[in-house]
């Protein structure tokens, strides 16, 4: 645990392009999990799980370049922006990180419920990599943030094609 917050807050000891992937690979695997028992769970309570599915929506070229590209830019700029705020009356920076994850998890999960357990994880993440790497330079802190959001969404566009035989 003592490494993960030393990778997560402390001045990076890395690129920042292996710091990116690497953040791509802390948000990815635990937000499936995550999702992934929380949508079994919800099957084995007997939930209704469609409530909790991912909304259908079309694999093709625009989609795919608002998935990966336009969505992580801008909530990127946002997201700097929720931390900026944040980070005045929260003065440390795990504890602003984790409240703008919160915040959004639940934007996201209002498109789909699932969605909040995918994301929130991801954006502690991202949100990590921003306060890092901002110490550097903004550029850097939306690069930390904009590229494993990127991958991430990428990954999910894929499962999502994939899974649904829908690419085109």
């Keep these: 645990m003592q490494r993960l917050r030393h990778f997560l807050f402390s001045p ?3 690129t920042l392009l292996r710091h990116s992937f690497s953040s791509f690979l802390l948000a990815i695997i635990p937000s499936l999990a995550l999702a992934t028992i929380v949508y079994v769970a919800i099957g084995l309570i007997g939930g209704d799980n469609r409530h909790a599915n991912i909304p259908a929506t079309s694999t093709n070229g625009l989609e795919f370049f608002v998935v990966v590209v336009f969505s992580p ?3 990127s700029l946002l997201l700097a922006l929720t931390l900026a705020i944040l980070s005045i ?7 602003a990180a984790m409240a703008a994850a919160l915040i959004w998890g639940v934007l996201h999960g209002l498109t789909a ?3 909040f357990f995918g994301t929130v994880w991801s954006f502690f993440i991202f949100s990590a990599a921003y306060l890092t790497w901002r110490k550097h330079s903004f550029k850097s802190a939306f690069i930390a943030t904009a590229l494993p959001h990127a991958l991430v969404n990428l990954t999910s566009f894929l499962f999502q094609a994939f899974v649904t035989n829908r690419i085109g």
Excluded: F, H, L, Y
């Excluded at 009356?89 to 504890?95: A, L, T």
């Design 12 to 14: 990076p000891s890395t």
């Design 73 to 75: 830019a801008v909530e």
């Design 89 to 95: 009356p929260i003065k440390n920076r795990p504890g």
């Design 113 to 115: 419920p699932i969605w």
